[in-house]
C-alpha cells in the first residue's frame, strides 16, 4: 500500500501553492506550448522523447501555469516513477483516498494527472485505460524516456484516447536564447541570411559550445568540459542502455547496445550494412538489426533511407547518427578537434536539425540530405569547409539534374553565397546560420 508521505514529497505545491523555479525553469520551449494547447481535450498527452532533454520540467511548467490560472492545488497531482515500483493503480487510489477525500466518479470539478517515466509501472497502459474511460473528469498527462515502451504500448491499449508530443535536444536557437543571445528563427529568403549572417562574431563561439553540449538543457550553464561528457555518459547514454532496455521482457546483450553505440559515434552518418556489422560484432545479423531499430526507438540513434523515387527506399542501406552530437562528444571528444571528423559531426548535426528521412547515392554521387517539403524535393549537402569547390557540388547537381529541379543546398563552415550554375540556383549557407532556419519553410 502506498503511503500518502509519498505524494506529499511528490507535490510540494499542495501546501506552497507553487511550483519552485529549480523545477519549473524559466525558459520556455515551444513543447510546452504544444503541450499546454492540448490540456483543454479529453485526450491523453504523451510526452516522448530522449533522457534529459525536459519532459519533466515541460511537466512542473505546466502545473506552475495551471496553479496560476486559479486551478486548486490538491486538484494537481505529479508522480515520477523513475526510482519507485509503484502502480499507476496504487498512485490513483491514494490520490483518491488521501488527498481528494473523494471518489473520481464524484468530481465536479476536472483534476490533472501528471505520471512522469510511466513506463517504469507495470501495466500502466492497461489502469490508465480503464481509469480514463471511467472518469472523464481526469486529464492525464504521462511522460516516457523510451519511445519504443511507450508509443508501442500506447498505441495497442489506448487507441483513440491520446496525443503523442515528442521532446528533442534543444535547438541552436532554442540554446542561444537560454544564454540570453537572441539570435531567433531567420526567414528562407536569401537577403534575409544575408542579414541574419552579420551575428556571426556572437554566433560562432556559441555554436561550437553547442556541437559539443548537444541540446541537454541541463548543460547549457556548464563550462567543465569534463563533466559534460560524463554527465552526458552516465545521465542518458547508461541509462537508456542499463534501465530502459532492462524493461523489455526478453534478455538484452547490454554489451551489443554499448559497441553499437560507439560504433556510429566514431563513424557518424556511416551506411550501415548489417551483415558486415554482425560479421565485425560476431553477433546474428538479425540480432544486429534488431538492436539498431530498439536503439532509433530510444532515440538515441536516428536513421535515413536511401531516396528513390517511386522505389521502396527502406531495402537500401540506411545512414546511421547519434540523436545528440553531445552523445559523440561524451565518447569520443578528440574527434571534436580534427577536422575530417568534426566534417562528419556536423553533418549529424544538421541531418538531426532536419528530422532528415533521406539521404541519395548512385555510384560515386551523393546528397546528405533529400527534403520534400509542400511536394518539392531540396537537396542539401554538407560540405563543412571554409572554401567550396566545383567538384563539391558534383552529387548536388546530379541529383538536381536527375529530379528536374532549380534548387539546392549547400552546408558550408564559414561561406554564405548564391551561385548559379546550368541553371540551377545554390545557397551556400554557413552550418550555425542554417540551424537558425525554419525548416518547414524551406520549399516557400
Known sequence: MLNSSLLQRFNVHWSTGKISEDLAKPFRRSVYFDVLNRLEYRQVVVITGLRRVGKSTTMFQ?????LLRGVAPRNILYFSFDDEKNTVEEVLETYERDVLTKNFGALEERIY?????????KGWEGKLKTFYDLYPKIKFV????????????VRERLAGRF????????DFREFSAMKKVQLGHVEFNFA???????KQTVALPLFS???????????TFESNEVIVAEYIRNSVVDRVVFKDFALLADKRDF????????LTCANPG?????INVSNDLKRDRRTISNYFRLLAYAMLLFQTSNYRKGAISIRKLPKTYLASTGIIFSLYPQNFTEKETLSRIIENLVVISCRAKYYWRRGKNEVDIVLERNQKLVPVEIKFRKEIANKDVKGLLKFINENNLDFGIIISEATINEITLDKTTIWIIPAWLFLLVDKRSISD
Request: no cysteine.
Open 62 to 66: 505546466l502545473i506552475q501555469e495551471l
Open 113 to 121: 494527472v501528471f505520471l512522469d517515466e510511466v513506463q517504469y509501472s
Open 142 to 153: 504521462v511522460s516516457g524516456s523510451a519511445s519504443l515502451l511507450v508509443e508501442k504500448s
Open 163 to 170: 496525443f503523442t508530443v515528442a521532446v528533442f535536444p534543444l
Open 192 to 198: 534575409r541570411l544575408k542579414e541574419a549572417y552579420l
Open 209 to 219: 559550445e553547442f556541437v559539443r553540449k548537444g541540446g541537454f538543457p541541463e548543460l
Open 255 to 262: 554489451e551489443l547496445f554499448e559497441k553499437i553505440i560507439n
Open 270 to 274: 556511416m551506411l550501415t550494412n548489417y
